[in-house]
C-alpha cells in the first residue's frame, strides 16, 4: 500500500486550495489532486474575488496575490433592445485598503494560492484525475487515480471537484444536475489599454468596476450578462439556466457575440482584442439543490456542493469558505482520530449556521421564480425602460399623463392585482 | 549503464504570438514546458535503463524554475537531474551552451562514468539542432544525429546500433559507446507516468550548480561568449490563396492545360 495521508483534497480550485491551505498549515499532510496542467488551468469565474472571506483563509493576500483591479464601482443595469436603466454604488472608501473586492484571473491567481499551499507543505500532484473513490465498509478510504499504481489513501478525502462532481454522484450524494439545476455561462476576455479601461469606465488609476445587467444580455432568459474591469482586459461575459439556453436555437457563444454588439455594450469594448474564450456550467439550484455534505469519511465542498449565490454572482467565496469549514473539521477529526459521518457533520452545521447557508435560503426561491414568470424579463423590465424614457422625455405632454401612460403599460394585458400579485412574489423570492 | 539526457525548458511555441508591427516575440501568458523532443529523449533513456539497468541522470542550464522540467524528467522515471543555473551564463547562444554542458556533462561523468549522452534533435524555440553536436563534439565522442530507432546496444562490447532518419529513406549506423545521440519524435510514445513516480518527482530537489562548481572558462559563456546576434526577426508574407474553379471536369482540364504548358514553358527560359 502506498503512503497514506491525513487528506486528499480532489480538485485545485478556490474551495479545494482552501481546504488544503488550512490543514497545511496546521500540520496536517495533505495531498491535492488536480486535473489539468496547472491549478487554474482549468478553472473558469466571471472575475470577482471577495477581500473578507479570503483574508480569512490568508491574512492580507492582497498584498502578494496577484489581483487585478480593486473594485470601487458595481452596478446593476436592467437593459431592452435599445436602452438600459442604469443603477450602482461608487464609494471611495472601497478604494483604500483593505479594499471590498478585486477583479482577477483564476489562472493567475490560483497558481498563486496553490504555491502557497505547497509552501505550507501540501503535496500538489497536477495532470492526474481521480476516477473513483476507494471505499471499504461503507467509509471512503482514500482515491482511484487515473494513473498506473494510481491508489492514494487518506483518512478524509475532500470533493472539491467542481460543478459536476462525477465522485459525490458516484457516492449517491447527488443524482446529475437537472438543467435548471445550471447554468452556462460563456465569457471572453478581450484586451484594451489601462487608460482606456479607465477613461471608459471613468476611473481612477489601479481602480475597477463592475456591471452586472439582467434583460436583453442573456436575450431574455433568466440569468445575467456582466462587463468587468481588469488591469488591461475586460472580461465580458453572460450565462443563463441551462434549461432556458438548451430550448434555445442560438448557441452561447451567438448570445455572447450579440450581447458584445449592444448599443449599450459595444461603445464599451470597441477596439478590445478578443484574447480568450471560455464556457462553464454553475450551479444554480441553490438552497434545495445542495446534496448532503458528508458521509464516512468524506466531505464536499464549494461548486461540487451547489454553494453558489447566483442573484448575488458569489460562488468563489463560499467555495473558499466552505473549503475552510471543511479543513477545519477534519483537524478537529484528526484530534479525536474519528473520521465518520456524525464527526464530520460538524462541516455541515458550519456551513448551515454561516452566511452560506442563510444567503442561499434568503434566495432559494428566486431562481424558480423568474424562470416560472417570464414576465419579469420580457414585460416589467422593458417597461422600467420605458417609464423612464417617458418621465425623461420633453415633449409637451403632462407629467400626470405620462404617469398614466406608464401605469398603463405596466398593466397592458394584467389586473392592477395580477401585478401587484407578480410583484410581491419577486419581493418574496429575494426578501 | 549511466545514460545522461540534456534537456531543455522551451516557452510553449503554441502560446506565442508574433507582434506584427514590431516583429518581437510575445512571449506573455506562454507557458514553459520540457522540450517535446527532449521529453522522447528522457523516455528512451529510462526505457533502456529498464532492459540493461543502470541510471538515468537528466542535465540543464537555466533559470532557477528549470527545476520543473527536471521534475517533469523524474516523472517520466528519471532517476537525478542537474541544474546549471548562474547569471553569468544567461545570453548565452548555441556555442556558449554546448560548451557549458559540456562542461558539465564531464563533472558529472567523473563520479559515474557517462555512457551514453541523450538529447532531443533540437528545441522548439530555436530550431536550431546544435548543442546535441555542439556537445558531442567537445567531448570527443561520436555523435548520432536524427534518431529514430534505437536498434540494440551491447553495454559489455560498448557498442550502439541505432536507424538515422535522413533525407528520403534511412540510415543504420553502428558506433562505439560513449557517444552522443540526438532524437526525433518517432523514437518512442510517451508513456503515462505511474503515481508513485509523480509524487516523487514533486518532492525531488535537483543538484544545483552554479560557474563556480564547473571547470569552465568564464570568457566562453554568456554573452561574451556568443557571437550569434539576431539580426531582424520578421513574419513571412502569407501566401495568396491558390484559385477555385467549379465545373465540368473535361471543360476544366481543357482550361487548366494550357494553363500548366504555359508555366513550364516559362519555367524553362
Redesign the interface.
Known amino acids: 500500500m ?2 497514506k495521508f491525513d487528506a486528499i483534497v480532489v480538485g485545485a480550485g478556490v474551495s479545494g486550495l482552501a481546504a488544503a491551505y488550512v490543514m497545511a498549515t496546521n500540520g496536517l499532510n495533505v495531498a491535492i489532486i488536480e486535473r489539468g ?2 491549478p487554474g488551468a482549468k478553472n473558469v469565474m466571471g472575475g470577482v474575488l471577495y477581500r473578507k472571506m479570503m483574508e480569512e483563509i490568508i491574512p492580507e493576500f492582497w498584498k502578494e496575490a496577484p489581483l487585478e483591479r480593486p473594485i470601487i464601482e458595481q452596478n446593476f443595469w436592467l437593459l431592452d433592445h435599445n436602452s438600459v436603466v442604469k443603477t450602482g454604488y461608487r464609494g471611495m472608501e472601497w478604494a483604500d485598503m483593505p479594499h471590498n473586492n478585486y477583479t482577477v484571473f483564476r489562472g493567475k491567481f490560483d497558481q498563486w494560492f496553490a504555491e502557497k499551499c505547497v509552501q505550507a507543505g501540501a ?3 497536477n ?2 484525475a481521480v476516477k473513483h473513490c476507494i471505499v471499504k465498509d461503507g467509509r471512503v478510504i482514500g482515491v482511484e ?8 489513501y487518506a483518512d478524509a478525502v475532500i470533493l472539491a471537484d467542481g460543478v459536476n462532481s462525477l465522485l459525490a454522484k458516484e457516492l449517491g450524494l447527488h443524482t446529475e444536475w437537472r438543467k435548471d439545476e445550471v447554468a452556462l455561462a460563456v465569457m471572453e476576455v478581450l484586451k484594451l489599454s489601462a487608460d482606456k479601461i479607465e477613461e471608459r469606465f471613468h476611473l481612477n488609476r489601479g481602480m475597477g468596476a463592475t456591471i452586472e445587467l439582467f434583460g436583453d444580455g442573456t436575450d431574455g432568459m433568466v440569468g445575467t450578462a456582466y462587463v468587468y474591469t481588469n488591469q488591461n482586459h475586460i472580461s465580458i461575459g453572460c450565462g443563463a439556466l441551462l434549461s432556458q439556453m438548451s430550448e434555445r436555437t442560438t448557441t452561447p457563444y451567438e448570445l455572447l457575440e450579440r450581447f458584445k454588439q449592444h448599443p449599450m455594450i459595444k461603445p464599451l469594448i470597441e477596439g478590445a482584442e478578443p ?1 480568450e474564450y471560455y464556457a462553464h456550467l454553475i450551479p444554480e439550484g441553490g438552497y434545495r439543490s445542495v446534496p448532503p455534505l458528508v458521509r464516512d469519511g468524506v466531505l464536499v465542498v464549494g461548486d461540487a456542493a451547489q454553494l453558489v449565490n447566483g442573484i448575488h454572482r458569489e460562488g468563489s467565496n463560499l467555495a473558499m469558505t466552505s473549503g475552510r469549514f471543511a479543513a477545519e473539521t477534519v483537524i478537529r477529526a484528526k484530534e479525536a482520530n474519528r473520521f465518520d459521518r456524525q464527526t464530520l457533520s460538524h462541516y455541515e452545521r458550519l456551513v448551515r449556521e454561516s452566511f452560506i447557508m442563510k444567503d442561499l435560503k434568503k434566495y432559494k426561491t428566486a431562481s424558480k421564480t423568474l424562470e416560472d414568470n417570464p414576465d419579469y424579463f420580457h414585460h416589467y423590465l422593458p417597461a422600467v425602460n420605458d417609464a423612464m424614457k417617458e418621465m425623461f422625455t420633453v415633449d409637451g405632454v403632462s407629467k400626470s399623463e405620462k404617469q398614466k401612460k406608464i401605469i398603463k403599460r405596466f398593466l397592458r394585458n394584467k389586473s392592477v392585482l395580477g401585478a401587484a400579485r407578480d410583484g410581491i412574489k419577486l419581493l418574496w423570492a429575494v426578501k | 549503464m549511466h545514460l545522461l539526457v540534456c534537456i531543455k525548458q522551451v516557452p510553449n511555441t503554441n502560446e506565442i504570438k508574433i507582434d506584427p508591427k514590431t516583429n518581437t516575440l510575445d512571449r506573455s501568458g506562454a507557458t514553459s514546458i520540457l522540450n517535446p523532443y527532449d521529453a522522447h529523449a528522457v523516455e528512451e533513456a529510462v526505457r533502456w535503463k529498464r532492459a540493461l539497468g543502470g541510471t538515468v541522470s537528466v542535465l540543464t542550464m537555466g533559470p532557477p524554475q528549470a527545476k520543473e522540467v527536471i521534475q517533469k524528467s523524474v516523472e517520466l522515471g528519471a532517476d537525478r537531474g542537474y541544474l546549471l543555473t548562474d547569471k553569468a551564463f544567461a545570453g548565452s547562444d548555441t556555442l556558449a551552451t554546448s560548451y557549458i554542458l559540456s562542461t558539465a556533462v564531464q563533472k558529472i561523468a567523473s563520479s559515474i562514468p557517462v555512457d551514453l549522452v541523450f538529447c532531443g534533435k533540437q528545441a522548439i524555440d530555436g530550431d536550431t539542432a546544435q548543442v546535441g553536436p555542439g556537445i558531442a563534439s567537445r567531448l570527443n565522442i561520436p555523435q548520432l544525429t536524427y534518431v529514430e530507432r534505437i536498434i540494440e546496444i551491447k553495454p559489455e562490447q560498448q557498442t550502439i546500433k541505432v536507424q538515422r532518419h535522413i533525407d528520403g529513406g534511412h540510415e543504420i549506423v553502428e558506433s562505439k559507446l560513449p557517444c552522443l545521440v540526438t532524437v526525433e519524435k518517432e523514437i518512442n510514445e510517451l508513456t503515462y507516468a505511474p503515481l508513485p513516480d509523480m509524487i516523487r518527482a514533486v518532492r525531488y530537489h535537483p543538484v544545483v550548480w552554479s560557474v563556480s562548481d564547473l571547470d569552465a572558462d568564464i570568457n566562453a559563456m554568456g554573452l561574451k561568449g556568443s557571437p550569434t546576434a539576431v539580426k531582424k526577426i520578421f513574419t513571412p508574407k502569407q501566401r495568396a490563396g491558390g484559385e477555385i474553379w467549379k465545373g465540368k471536369a473535361d471543360e476544366l482540364a481543357k482550361k487548366l492545360v494550357p494553363l500548366l504548358i504555359g508555366d513550364v514553358l516559362s519555367c524553362r527560359q
Not at chain 1, 487515480?145 to 492514494?152: K, N, Q, V
Request: aromatic share 0%; glycine share 6%; proline share 6%.
Open positions: 502506498s503512503e496542467r496547472k503535496l500538489l500532484i495532470e492526474t487515480t487515473d494513473r498506473p499504481e494510481g491508489d492514494l484574447c
